[in-house]
């Protein structure tokens, strides 16, 4: 059985979507300037201001680390925040998200960088659990944001206490439906997705939950496997008890057919195999350069999956981020792009198709879609 011959991932009215891997093709000047080991700034920042949660969920990609790391909570400084995000936008980042390595939004900060992020021109995102969010919050959110993603992964309390400190089911769904609300009276272009990782756990659960977030009033449901392999993983690894990928699949097909103008689903598969685990088909960290990874402790990473893992750091960007000028494109940096960073690598990639693109297209160099002929 192949996965991508049963699985739709996106309908097609939703073909241009954020999870399309065609999107990739858009980033040719980056891939060109790797290509030439030249890296230009990067497509998007990816920004943890705080490493602490209120839920520490067992398959957070940062759970170990914050586990190990419990008596730090650090929480980056408000002003260098700010001064990181000004930055950043002056060179030339596109995009920032706030999330990762703890809940975003327990930083008091959070609505002021969001802001701010979306004045120096970049576009703005915050991957959260959702259970914090004040009024303050949810205004700038829907005012600035191009998308937010709420990790819920169930639809019920029950199937929400899994690997969380906390019953917070319907608080994250209140403030999910808030925040949807708020959006549609700014009228702005923010995308909320009711984020779903599947586990043996919640794997019923999948179409309930789909459900839910189309009668909350989100614009998108985003449903995909777990990644078994990151460091987060330890206990929820040796829980798990394999999938139903036949009823997974069931499910599949009827949220698919919840989707509307204003809802859409996305069953996202091509970063995994037929039994549903991460695959790799590439041979260096080709588009690594993309993204940088910037933490609540002043570290800068290789990349988001590989956060807080010390054989990827690459320097400090605290107390001046101007350092990053200094960093971004040295020789370790490069070193990890075209020779040792994949060979140490053993989570889901989030470049999996990206890499291909600038492995087969640029590092390749023979042209194998003919680009200049319509």
Not at 187 to 214: M, P
Not at 215 to 236: E, K
């Amino acid at each position: 059985m192949i996965i991508d011959k049963w699985i739709r991932e996106w309908s097609r009215r939703s073909e241009f979507n954020s999870f399309n891997s065609w999107k990739g093709l858009l980033y040719s000047d980056w891939y060109k300037a790797i290509a030439q080991e030249a890296f230009l700034p990067p497509v998007e920042a990816s920004l943890d201001p705080i490493h602490d949660c209120n839920l520490m969920c067992e398959h957070c990609n940062a759970h170990g680390y914050l586990v190990d790391n419990r008596a730090e909570k650090n929480r980056m400084p408000d002003r260098h925040m700010l001064k990181l995000v000004r930055f950043l936008g002056k060179w030339g980042v596109r995009g920032v998200c706030f999330g990762g390595g703890g809940e975003p939004s327990m930083h008091s900060g959070l609505p002021a960088a969001v802001d701010l992020a979306k004045k120096t021109g970049m576009d703005v995102s915050i991957s959260t659990n959702g259970t914090l969010f004040t009024g303050r919050l949810i205004d700038s959110m829907a005012a600035s944001c191009r998308w937010v993603g709420i990790s819920i992964d169930a639809a019920s309390s029950r199937t929400y206490m899994h690997g969380r400190r906390g019953d917070m089911f319907r608080v994250a769904l209140g403030n999910a439906e808030k925040l949807a609300k708020r959006i549609r009276q700014l009228g702005t272009n923010c995308d909320v997705a009711y984020k779903f990782l599947i586990f043996s756990y919640n794997q019923h659960e999948i179409y309930k939950a789909c459900r839910i977030a189309r009668d909350i009033g989100v614009s998108n449901f985003h449903v995909r496997p777990a990644d078994f392999c990151h460091q987060g993983m330890g206990t929820l690894r040796k829980k798990f008890s394999g999938y139903d990928i036949n009823k997974i699949k069931e499910q599949f097909e009827k949220c698919h057919r919840l989707e509307n103008e204003h809802f859409r689903v996305f069953t996202i598969m091509h970063k995994f195999d037929e039994v549903m685990r991460p695959k790799k088909d590439f041979d260096q960290c080709y588009a690594a350069p993309l993204c940088i990874q910037l933490c609540a402790n002043g570290k800068i990473y290789f990349c988001p999956d590989q956060r807080h893992v010390g054989y990827y750091e690459l320097g400090s960007h605290y107390p001046d981020p101007q350092n990053i000028l200094n960093i971004w494109g040295n020789e370790k940096h490069r070193r990890l792009v075209f020779k040792t960073g994949r060979k140490r690598c053993t989570s889901r990639c989030t470049m999996t198709a990206y890499n291909r693109q600038c492995q087969e297209l640029f590092i390749k160099n023979t042209d194998p879609m003919c680009r200049w002929f319509v």
